[in-house]
């Protein structure tokens, strides 16, 4: 064969367009991912810096709330229903009756309140609030003193969950509120564990001190817990962000927040009309989720974030739990006005009296 028609194989060392294969990092697993894939680093710092603000401090927030949804249960049962002469329950029915009374009629107030007062001045304030209250209950003797601080503990602490799921639809796009929200559940169930670790603790250890009995040095250590929070809540819960004025977010990551929720389709709360208000009793969501959540066994609590975040955040959110939450508590409340027997309230099984010994 002639040179000319000799064909050259490409020198492999030489020819540019030889290139040898680049190994292709491995994706994560879809339920692994903290962020969207494609999320830039600037938006990973952005995300960081409201996981690390605004969803400690709501996970922080709910675990008190939780906890002081608890303690007079629990206080109940670890000598206060024998050092006050209370009855087999009728007195605990009607403490729970009157937080949930509470929390009923405080529900629209403060879904309302949040759109005019920051969130960040809002929410802790009403969780130190509520704690005063909590705080009063150690030195309460009879049992309607325990009605009135009950009642004012429900009204204020009906800000919590909804303010909460507010801010949070306000910042974190759809995808990234099932982890987050899961995370804000999980606190919420800690917190009620807690409750009866601490009071076993506390009647072991604190029986006595000061002249005071263990169940109501409780009321005082849940106190203590949740003032420290609220400081917390003041200064680092970031608003929402077209009002936000966070010191750790900078000017583009606040410019950025808004473009994320505007690309999900969101836009700030507008004016409340007629139109809102028909809007909202027409709606599915309102009465599917009240039905789910009257049905719902009498230990579960605020169990439908999840759901509810995904489809309602964030702007119709707030104003659907304005009905949503007092529909639900008012079922709840009915169907287990005569299920509030002590002798029969699960959580007695998580205590441990005289040295470990269950009090049944």
Known sequence: MDSHQQVSR???????????????????????????????????????????????????CFFIKQLDANNVSNAYVSGMKEELHFGK?????????????????????????????????????????????????????????????????GLFESAASPGIHYVLGCWYR???????????????????????????????????????????????????????????????????????KAWYLSAWERQRAIERIEEEGRKPIGKMDLTVIKRILTSWQVYTFSFAQVLQPPYVSDRLTKPQMVLLVPNRWLLHNAILRPLAEI???LRNKHKQHPDHHWRRKLLLHDKHRLRI
Request: glycine share 8%.
């Open 89 to 153: 329950g009728n007195e605990l029915s009607w403490m729970n009756t009157y937080f949930n009374i509470g929390q009923i009629l405080g529900g629209p107030i403060a879904n309302m309140i949040i759109t005019v007062i920051r969130p960040r001045y809002w929410l802790p304030s009403c969780l130190l609030v509520w704690s005063i209250f909590v705080l009063f209950l150690f030195k309460c003797e009879t049992a309607s003193e325990f009605y009135a601080l009950r009642f004012c503990i």
């Open 174 to 244: 759809k995808s990234e509120l099932g982890r987050r929200s899961a995370l804000f559940v999980i606190s919420g169930v800690l917190g009620q564990m807690f409750s009866g670790y601490l009071q076993s603790a506390l009647y072991s250890g604190m029986q006595g001190k000061g002249g005071l009995s263990a169940w109501r040095w409780l009321f005082i250590f849940d106190f203590v817990l949740a003032v420290p929070i609220a400081i917390y809540g003041i200064f680092c819960f970031p608003d929402t962000p077209h009002t936000s």
């Open 331 to 333: 079922g709840t409340l």
């Open 10 to 60: 490409p020198d492999k060392t030489t020819d540019p367009i030889s290139v040898e294969a680049v190994p292709v990092e491995k994706l994560k697993p879809s339920w692994f991912q903290w962020h969207e894939p494609g999320t830039s680093t600037e938006e990973k710092k952005l995300i960081a810096k409201l996981d690390w603000f605004l969803l400690s401090y709501s996970c922080l």
